[in-house]
């Protein structure tokens, strides 16, 4: 939310028309706020041989005015046109809401009027692309993508509700998840430039998935990349937001994971990072995790300051931690309470 902020433009600038493009956003903060960027999957690396539906799909504007634009896709089947069972939704001042039910909203499954969407910029998600990202970055931070595999199999209730109405389908879905993390990883491995490190995580595995779920549909894949990254000699990244002192457990005692975040407290999620840094700082790098809303975007300058520094006390040690924000941080949180993590991490934070 800040990257799009800081442009000036309505976040549908960004989200749906690529001007520009919610990665380059990125960048040009990590610049402006002089951090240092570990850039998660932003940048959608897209191989030419991965899976695409091989329908038409077009996409058209079914509402726009000055609070969101909302789109649905379509294609042309025999002369009659079938619509897509979601839209998107692209909101002004927020980022988007893809996937949503129209009647949750109060659409129609079928439109009355729509028009194309005009104005796209083109982008390059190819490894071409992927190098322009690396040379933007440059010595400003770390440019991830996805390796093939996810912690979070899955991701809302239609899919856990599959889980458990059809266990006969556990095992076809591990291996095909496998089958796409070696096919993926092996892509990136021929890259002429390669990402720093490969992403891995999936936001609130353990919102919608239980350790038993993970062990048995995801962690296979997420094995299989952060072993032969680590031989490879590349980084992986998990982020989850959420609940997750479980999953940093599995990952620090079944993986080579290299660094995990966001690590958050209560309520929004249950770690303690001092622990968590006694039990697996020798194992994994921590990153994390200042509380998003009760500090960063309420909080004083002062109780940014204090809490940066609580948590260097807690996981500094040693090394093998990045100060950092619990979950992205909230369009509105202060400018001025960035600056002084960041500047917390810079003099207290030396060792």
């Known amino acids: 939310m800040i990257p799009a902020k800081l442009t000036g433009k309505p976040f549908w600038d960004l989200y749906l028309y690529n001007d520009p493009p919610i990665w380059e956003a990125y960048i040009e903060c990590a610049k402006y706020f002089n951090i240092d960027a570990v850039m998660d999957g932003y940048f959608p690396l897209t191989f030419a041989d991965e899976e695409t539906d091989p329908r038409p799909w077009e996409t058209f504007i ?46 129609p499954l079928v439109p009355g009027k729509f028009e194309p969407v005009e104005g796209v910029k083109p982008v390059d998600k190819g490894p071409e692309g992927l190098k322009r990202m690396i040379q933007l970055m440059g010595d400003q931070g770390l440019v991830g993508v996805r390796g093939g595999a996810a912690t979070s199999g899955f991701g ?58 993970v062990r048995k549909i995801s962690l296979p894949a997420v094995k299989y990349v952060t072993e032969h990254a680590f031989r490879a000699g590349i980084p992986t990244h998990v982020h989850s937001c959420g609940p997750e002192k479980e999953l940093v457990k599995i990952m620090a005692e079944e993986t080579d994971l290299t660094i995990i975040d966001p690590l958050e407290i209560p309520p929004m999620g249950d770690c303690d ?49 990045v100060l ?27 060792y």
């Open 273 to 321: 990072l001092r622990e968590l840094k006694l039990k697996y700082g020798r194992q994994l790098t921590l990153k994390g995790n200042l509380h998003t809303t009760s500090v960063m975007l309420n909080g004083t300058v002062e109780d940014v300051i204090k809490a940066s520094q609580k948590a260097i006390d807690e996981a500094a040690e040693g090394g093998r931690f």
């Open 324 to 350: 950092s924000t619990g979950d992205q941080c909230g369009r509105d949180t202060p400018f001025e309470n960035l600056r002084a993590m960041i500047e917390t991490a810079r003099t207290y934070g030396k």
């Open 156 to 213: 809302g209730e239609d899919s856990v509700y599959q889980y458990f109405d059809h266990p006969e389908l556990h095992e076809q879905w591990t291996w095909e998840w496998m089958e796409r993390a070696e096919k993926r990883f092996a892509n990136i491995m021929k890259l002429e430039v390669k990402p720093d490190f490969l992403c891995v995580g999936g936001s609130g595995t353990m919102i919608f998935n239980t350790v038993e779920m």
């Open 62 to 107: 079914i509402i726009k005015n000055p609070k969101w634009i909302i789109t649905q896709d379509s294609y042309q089947d025999n002369g009659k046109r079938i619509w897509k069972e979601t839209v998107n939704v692209y909101y002004n001042d927020n980022p988007p809401t893809w996937g949503v039910q129209p009647e949750k909203i109060g659409l």
